[in-house]
């Protein structure tokens, strides 16, 4: 049985502890603020940028001129899997479901027989899935030393994943983050982004209200510069729902960690409480029979 | 008084404008052009420059933005800046940064057509730090 001595130092550890994790829930709680904000300032402009892309394929109407970013390379051979996770532990299952929605959809596609690749974003996913896919990974972006994240950043993998494609370095690819429901939901979702997924044509329309633009210089020169501005929109936008993602994970995992070291803290006093009054009645004891025994 | 109308401005990280105007003079990849309500609808491709926005209260507003597009409809006016700042914030330090980044480009570039972008890129970035900064 632990002597008081040691009970006493593990009470005094697990309240250590229980201090951190509650700085650091209160420093994901104040993070995500920021970085939900931060998603809501940069809705408009992807929203925006869905309605702008779907009435200028619309007035192209599929025409021959559609740039290959969109229309694919017609094959489905290399598939390129860009998997972003949070670059920190410590939040929960936020990292292990993104990277298992990865894992299943590498498994299906080697199954299948296609070539994939990986891009990772984050030091987590990467950390997961070298232990099985090493050889596949092409590349790991590190955001560590960023601070706030920029569109720049977002617009960098971009430029690598568009160099990548002109390339003819694959045929697919596909965006893993998770998405932001809510503080204690975040829903790990598969997005491709090229060829840019035909829905997103489907779900505008009435929008333009079959206005016809003039286009400046000519719709297929606007498209070319739009799609590629698109897929960093997408991209910025993964991470930044990915950042809030992570807090709010954080969050909960924090929450969660505390409240089972107050738990553990009752636990272990109580045990210390009791040893204790054991001692000072065995204490009792001895004097008193000592005293009869006079 | 003109008529007013709905202009808005956005950039990736966030919505800089949202407003009824009186008119905007947006730097367009094939000139300048002053947009009014009842424009016709245009879709444009937008080389860097100053956007002049001229707020249905008479107020006058200059923002520097770097590339993008502007979705114009009789009804409003959408402009997607890839990044985008007030005249009085701009950063001679970031432009800077930005014209060594166009330099680079031009000088890395690898076939005659991606030169001539980068140049054109450059050139425009030039003239525009040229506007604003009066040595």
Redesign the interface.
Known sequence: MASLKDLRNRIASVKATQKITKAMQMVAAAKLRRAQEAAEAARPYSERMGAVLANITQAIGGGGDAPALMTGTGRDDVHLLIVCTAERGLCGGFNSQIARLARDHIRRLVADGKQVKIICVGKKGYDILRRDYASLILERVDLREVKTLGFVNADAIARKVIHLFNEGGFDICTLFYSQFKSVISQIPTAQQIIPAAQASAATEGGNSGGAVYEYEPEPGEILSDLIPRNIAVQIFRALLENAAGEMGAKMSAMDNATRNAGDMINRLSITYNRQRQAQITKELIEIISGAEAL | MAEAFKF?L??????LVSEQVESVVIP???GEMTVMAQH??????IKPGVVTVKAASGKEDRYVVFGG?A?I??SGC?L?A??AVHVNDIDRADLARRIQDAKEDAADAKDDVARSRAEQFLAQLTTLEGALLPA
């Open positions: 808005e956005v950039s990736p990280e966030r919505l367009g990849a094939e016709a609808p245009v879709m444009t491709t597009f979705d409809l009789p959408t997607l890839e990044s």
